[in-house]
């Protein structure tokens, strides 16, 4: 009965391979997010889906695609993974209307 | 926009002792405030948030926080520290009508002393 659940926790991939992050909530919420966090802890939005349309997408490369197949789903899929995108992804949600955020307990993506 | 300074990369404290994490925000109107927690390989929680009326708000275990909006600041607060309160923390600023969208600060460790 986790509220937002991430899979896989762990993700060790090499170079050039796709991948894909799977996030489920299950709180009623009608919009879920993407964060990334690098190797200094430091939090960055990439993408947001309200109501399975996207809101925010903050600079990512094209290289990374989410998909919301409603809006208790938000799936992240990398193509062409690069050493640059190791670091630890975090989905969360939230009600639309400023509440705080619910996150999910990340997924570390390692790339040899 | 919005932004977030967190001055205290990391803290030592001695179990006990009293804490307070600094937060610094930047935002024209009065912007939703949140502190986040950390743990070692976890997810974050919220711990509190601030979205309007009293200035000094209360979260969970047992922390506060308070809006000072002369000084931009929403500082956490806890009287006696725990052992198990080391960890990581994070203040996030908001701001109405932009899509949910929150700025995080760089966050502040905390370590606590036995």
């Known amino acids: 009965d986790t509220a937002v659940s991430q899979t896989p926790k762990y993700l060790v991939t090499q170079m050039g391979n796709d991948k894909s992050i799977k996030c489920e909530q299950n709180l009623g919420h009608d919009t879920m997010y993407w964060y990334k966090q690098d190797s200094k802890k430091f939090l960055k939005i990439m993408f947001s889906?309200?109501?399975?349309?996207?809101?925010i997408n903050e600079t990512a490369p094209n290289r990374f695609s989410p998909k919301s197949p409603d809006k208790a789903h938000l799936n992240l899929h990398i193509n062409s993974l690069e050493l640059g995108d190791s670091a630890v992804y975090f989905c969360?949600?939230?009600?639309?209307?400023?509440?705080?955020?619910?996150f999910g307990s990340g997924t570390r993506l390692t790339v040899v | 926009a919005q932004s977030v300074t967190q001055p205290d990369i990391h803290i030592t404290v001695s179990e006990g002792a009293s804490l307070e994490l600094r937060c610094n925000y930047s935002y024209g109107a009065t912007p939703y405030l949140f502190w986040y927690v950390q743990s070692p390989g976890q997810g974050l929680q919220l711990l509190l948030k601030?979205?309007?009326?009293?200035?000094l708000v209360q979260g969970i275990k047992g922390f506060e926080a308070e809006f000072k909006r002369s000084q931009s600041s929403f500082n956490l607060r806890k009287p006696s520290v725990h052992w198990s309160d080391a960890a990581e923390y994070f203040c996030?600023?908001?701001?109405?009508?932009?899509?949910?969208?929150?700025?995080f600060g760089t966050g502040t460790s905390l370590t606590v002393i036995p």
């Open positions: 601030y979205f309007s009326g009293d200035t």
């Open positions: 996030a600023v908001g701001a109405p009508n932009t899509g949910n969208q929150f700025y």
């Open positions: 969360a949600s939230s009600h639309t209307g400023g509440d705080g955020y619910t």
């Open positions: 889906y309200n109501n399975k349309e996207l809101i």
